[in-house]
T-cell receptor, first 112, second 113 residues
């Protein structure tokens, strides 16, 4: 099993729709999680951090299920500007500190 | 405040030449990471530094790749004898401490001809 897996996508949704992405991780010791968005030919930008059971920021909600080892990202009332690739990121402790494992990403296209 | 900066933003080089890519992390951030991303692909981890500790080099694809971080701040990624398969966007990120939120620079687009 890969360390971080995500819904393969792409997701094509109409404006105003609600869409949810899932991410599963293999390391049960991971304590914090992150969602990044990456626009085409741009660097990833932090969208949301998840340190406890979840987090909410406006139209975006992240939920963590430690027992099942997955994190979800819910986007309500999708906007055209939400079109991007969404990356699930899980820190992984190693001998040097904490490295980050990036999922392959889920691409979202919000259509007019 | 100032974010992560990288230079150059674009670099075109001939196969076989050496290149140096620079990263200036956010002031006060102790952890610094290098990644590369080929067109349409995911992020590939290369190396990371945490403070003054020995770096985790486990992601470097070959011994042609090396990186250093001077004074716990600026980092340079060096690629010797570049090959066409080295063409990619090289991204640098920093975080306050390893395991906390990472902030990315705009990347250096390397093209090896």
């Amino acid at each position: 099993r890969k360390e971080v897996e995500q819904d393969p996508g792409p997701f094509n949704v109409p404006e105003g729709a609600t869409v949810a992405f899932n991410c599963t991780y293999s390391n049960s010791a991971s304590q914090s999680f992150f969602w990044y968005r990456q626009d085409c030919r741009k660097e990833p930008k932090l969208l949301m951090s998840v340190y406890s059971s979840g987090n909410e920021d406006g139209r975006f909600t992240a939920q963590l299920n430690r027992a099942s080892q997955y994190i979800s990202l819910l986007i309500r009332d999708s906007k055209l500007s939400d079109s991007a690739t969404y990356l699930c990121v899980v820190p992984l402790a190693d001998n040097y500190g904490q490295n980050f494992v990036f999922g392959p990403g889920t691409r979202l296209s919000v259509l007019p | 405040g100032a974010g992560v900066s990288q230079s150059p933003s674009n670099k075109v080089t001939e196969k076989g030449k050496d290149v140096e890519l620079r990263c200036d992390p956010i002031s006060g951030h102790t952890a610094l990471y290098w990644y590369r991303q080929s067109l349409g692909q995911g992020l590939e981890f290369l190396i990371y530094f945490q403070g003054n500790s020995a770096p985790d080099k486990s992601g470097l694809p070959s011994d042609r790749f090396s990186a250093e971080r001077t004074g716990g701040s600026v980092s340079t990624l060096t690629i010797q004898r570049t090959q066409q398969e080295d063409s990619a966007v090289y991204l640098c990120a920093s975080s306050l401490v390893s395991g906390y939120e990472q902030y990315f620079g705009p990347g250096t687009r390397l093209t090896v001809t």
